[in-house]
């Protein structure tokens, strides 16, 4: 501490701490946003594996060959897509380039796959028989067993572009992390942990508090309330809503009597005291 006063005493003194101080602030600024983010992660990585057209390709009349181009998880989801499109009075086209993202989970060097088929397939005649409203379809995360894929769990559509892969013990699942579409910093980090055989979402930093889900669904405000940007007294009010709103809750602050809500899907998230909400 002494040396910080005698520091930004001489600083005035001579006034010439001008490029000091500017250095000093962006390297604490540096600091802090790589603090809030956590440690560096793998990110996933765009690929061009999955080749949807050739799975509509008429000389593709051998299974095996069919097989080799369109993975287990592909084939089922193609059958059931193609029929709800058709009642629809659709066809089922594939989109002129795939869009998924490879990456390793579990450390085997051998690539998962994340992939939101909706993104992948139009419903031509139909378009929006696949809708998944505002927020998007989930992105479903495949590992190759043997001859065929399992499921590991399903990322939000706002996570799955900018997913990581935190660093994980030897043989182990990691942890993954994404949010805001990739784009860093970011406000709200959601993680996903491996449970009982699944990825769940586990817990978000927002804005560095941290919030553990708990869908609570529907809530009302029982009296005119903020939507807080920390969860305590004394935040920034993000917006300001009146009795009787309804708000989604995601899930509940993290050693503060706060939930973390959102109003509407156009509205910004943040926190409300857990008194002031009812079913």
């Keep these: 501490m002494r040396l910080l006063i005698s520091f930004l005493t001489a600083c005035l003194l001579v006034a010439a701490c001008g490029d000091g101080e500017q250095k000093v602030s962006t390297a604490t600024t540096a600091k802090a946003k790589a603090a809030a983010q956590g440690p560096a992660g793998v990110p996933a990585v765009r690929t061009k594996r999955l080749d949807f057209a050739s799975c509509f390709a008429e000389d593709l009349a051998d299974e095996a060959a069919k097989s080799s181009r369109c993975p287990s998880f592909a084939l089922l989801s193609l059958d059931y897509m193609s029929s709800e499109c058709s009642l629809a009075g659709g066809s089922l086209q594939p989109r002129a380039e795939s869009i998924a993202w490879s990456l390793d989970v579990d450390g085997d060097a051998s690539a998962e796959m994340l992939v939101d088929l909706t993104e992948n397939l139009d419903c031509q005649g139909a378009p929006g028989v696949f809708s998944c409203g505002s927020l998007g379809c989930p992105f479903m995360l495949y590992k190759k067993r043997d001859d065929t894929w399992v499921e590991l769990g399903t ?70 309330a903020p939507v807080l940007d920390a969860p305590k007294k004394n935040a920034v009010a993000l917006d300001e809503y009146p009795v009787g709103t309804a708000v989604v809750v995601f899930g509940t602050a993290r050693g503060a009597p706060y939930q973390f809500v959102s109003p509407c899907n156009a509205c910004r998230r943040g926190f409300v005291e857990t008194a002031v909400l009812t079913k």
């Excluded at 990825?199 to 927002?206: A, N």
């Design 155 to 224: 990322i939000n559509a706002d996570d799955a572009p900018g997913i990581e892969v935190l660093p994980a013990a030897d043989g182990g699942y990691a942890t993954l992390r994404g949010g805001c579409t990739g784009m860093l910093p970011c406000s709200e980090l959601t993680h996903y942990e491996w449970k009982g055989g699944e990825y769940k979402r586990t817990w978000i930093d927002f804005k560095g508090h941290a919030v553990d889900v708990a869908p609570g669904g529907l809530m009302k405000l029982t009296q005119d």
